[in-house]
């Protein structure tokens, strides 16, 4: 568990919950990226997952500017975590989402709410020009201002796929020439409206109090857990509409929308098909993440993309450790995708027509203690990661 999420009450690694569960029944695919029934010839998914805490910082922009549009973005980051968890399966049309959202009505009005349904709308409407069918299907919107002290914004996706198509990160062994192909979680692709920083939708209980100063402690107390006391919380130097690299706010940076990879994915999948071994989402866990499917295995990540100023930012602020860095965030690459050396290129040029950029950030090979293994080198900084 990473030492700073840990002094906030959480877990990057969720060592607890894959304790919990372990009392439950296994699925007829429980090591995958996702875990899959089999029904006739098809595997079934049904993903649960949401914005996270991103969706206080979009509360603390709304107070200070009044501007309920933020908050269709953190309706794209809901429903991504779920699709782009469920692409690393080989799935990427057909989605059925439900969504659930809990809220405080005496600090999340109408306006809000309204604010949210535009972003999952306008999310499956682009998708739809490139041939991404999610279909939404209503959901839960609950007033639990006992339970809920500002908004949580979640949701929960199904769809299936012909089992023969079928892509289970937990059969990766370490083969000869087995590469990893980074795609890109910054800059702006052909479907989205915006330069975006790379942040994702993880990490954001670590994001902010790094970030953000004092001040929203004395003034916003309901965005932080009660049972921390105030001197842990928002340890940063900025306000969310300061400038920091002389064109973008804090806000800006923070609240860039969560990119989905399911254009790109779609293609690569339609070209290569049997020939991706593996896809990870470095989501929570961040570039440790793929050190929980396969088998004796060391992932070597030695040619990262540079760092995105956003992490940067976070990392300055309180001089987070490299180590504690990987562990939280994506760092600029939020999808890996595992082939043999041959076919990189091809992926790389898919994710060049869209306008992502993609490269080949290491390899696998097999591990020394039998155990999976995350070695990570950059710019002279190398962090071994053992399960």
Request: hydrophobic share 40%; glycine share 8%; charged share 20%.
């Amino acid at each position: 568990m990473s030492d700073i999420y840990k002094s906030y009450g959480v877990s990057s690694g969720k060592e607890e919950v894959h304790a919990a569960i372990k009392v439950m029944k296994p699925t007829s695919r429980s090591g995958a990226f996702c875990q899959a029934v089999a029904m006739g010839d098809d595997y079934h998914i049904i993903h649960a997952d949401g914005a996270g805490t991103k969706a206080i910082l979009a509360y603390l922009a709304y107070k200070e500017n009044g501007d309920a549009r933020v908050f269709e973005d953190i309706a794209v980051d809901s429903i991504v975590m779920n699709t782009d968890d469920m692409l690393c399966t080989g799935i990427t049309t057909d989605f059925l989402v439900s969504n659930t959202i809990g809220r405080n009505a005496q600090r999340i009005p109408q306006e809000v709410l309204s604010a949210i349904m535009r972003g999952y709308q306008q999310f499956a409407d682009n998708m739809a020009d490139f041939g991404i069918n999610i279909q939404l299907c209503g959901g839960e919107t609950a007033d639990i201002g006992d339970l809920v002290s500002t908004i949580v914004v979640d949701s929960t996706a199904f769809a299936k796929i012909p089992q023969k198509n079928f892509i289970d990160a937990s059969t990766l062994r370490p083969q000869k020439e087995v590469v990893i192909v980074g795609l890109a979680s910054f800059g702006q692709s052909s479907y989205e409206q915006k330069t975006i920083s790379g942040i994702g939708s993880n990490g954001f209980t670590v994001a902010r109090h790094e970030t953000l100063c004092k001040d929203y402690a004395h003034r916003f107390p309901e965005t932080f857990s009660s049972t921390l006391n105030i001197e842990q919380v928002y340890n940063g130097k900025y306000h969310l509409f300061d400038q920091v690299n002389g064109q973008q706010t804090v806000a800006e940076l923070l609240l860039s929308p969560c990119r989905t990879y399911l254009p790109i994915m779609k293609t690569v999948y339609q070209e290569l098909g049997s020939h991706i071994l593996s896809v990870i989402h470095n989501t929570g866990g961040g570039l440790t993440k793929s050190i929980n499917f396969g088998q004796n295995i060391r992932y070597i990540k030695d040619n990262l993309f540079d760092l995105p100023f956003v992490f940067e930012l976070i990392q300055s602020n309180q001089d987070i450790s490299f180590k504690e860095l990987w562990s939280i965030f994506n760092c600029g690459q939020r999808l890996e995708i595992y082939c043999e050396a041959t076919y990189a290129q091809t992926i790389i040029d898919v994710a060049k027509h869209f306008n992502v950029a993609a490269q080949i950030i290491g390899r696998i090979e097999p591990s020394a203690s039998s155990k999976n293994e995350v070695l990570i080198q950059y710019k002279g900084n190398e962090v071994l990661y053992a399960k």
